[in-house]
Every structure is written in C-alpha cells, then in structure tokens.
C-alpha cells in the first residue's frame, strides 16, 4: 500500500507526481480517492472567499482550489448539514478522480487494465465506506463497477465473502 495523505485530496503537483510515481515505479494496482465525513479543508473551501484569503498563502492557494471544484450552485440546494457535507466532500472526490484521469499516462494503464481509479467516501460515524461509481475511459460503466469489485476485492460481511 503506498498512501499519500493531503487535505482534502488535494491533486497539486507534488501529490500528482507521488501517485505517479506510485504507478509507474511500484506497479500500484488501485488509485483510491478516499473523501471522509467531516472534512475540515472541504468545510474550509466552502467558506467565503474574503475568508479563505485570511489564511497562510499556500492555504489560502489550495482552499481556492478545492472551492473551484465544488458545485456551489447544487450545493446551496441541500438544506440538511450533514447530507450537506457528504455532498460537497463527493463532490471534491468525483472531481480529484477526474483530475487523474485527465493524466494520460494513468489512463492509459486504466485501458490496459492495468490500474483501476476509485472514489469513495468514508462515514466515520458508521466506519461504512461507499464507493462511487468507476469512471472508464468511456464514461461511468456499471459493468466495470461490478466486475471491479467480483474480481479486485474480497468483501466480508458477518463472516462470508
């Protein structure tokens, strides 16, 4: 397992260049972008922007970023905070997986079957970890999604696979 562990899944160039080096040097077989409930840098990039520029300059820098990627407009939408939060940390998730897949050498390993790239989300509050739907080359395959996850990993449940 190689782990790199940033604020809000930040994809910037040292993160790229570790997942890059991940899969090209250590043949890593999984990219996983784990979002958690209750993210700070998530719940700090949905500040206002007047606010975020209060902080350090590299700070400040990622949490523009981050709120460049949120669905601002959708998001208003959901009253609810909790649902508020999961939706919005999703939403960063979805977009740091699309990140990777703009990278034409991972890409090419997900054609050739070489590498998956996943996006989850994990429910501290439960230890539950859903998993969104896996983006191929063509697009969200439900197919793939299933065979992911028949072929790739053992999931125990009370004791049975």
Known sequence: ???????????DTSTTASLQYAVHHLSV????????????????????IAQIEQEPQELANALKMLKRGLD???LKNVHDARAYDREAVITNVRRQVEG???????MNKVQNEEL?????????SSGIVDFLPIYSP??????LHEK??????????????
């Open 100 to 106: 990777l897949c703009r990278d034409a050498a991972i």
């Open 29 to 48: 077989k999984v990219l996983m972008v784990m979002g958690h409930e209750g993210c700070g840098a998530i719940k700090a990039a949905g500040l206002p």
């Open 1 to 11: 397992m190689f782990v790199v562990r940033v604020a809000g899944n930040c994809l």
């Open 138 to 143: 063509t697009g969200i395959s439900s197919e």
């Open 116 to 124: 998956i790239v996943v996006g989850c989300f994990y429910e501290i």
């Open 72 to 74: 601002e407009q959708r």
């Open 148 to 161: 992911v996850f028949d072929d790739k990993f053992t999931v125990l449940i009370s004791g049975e696979k």
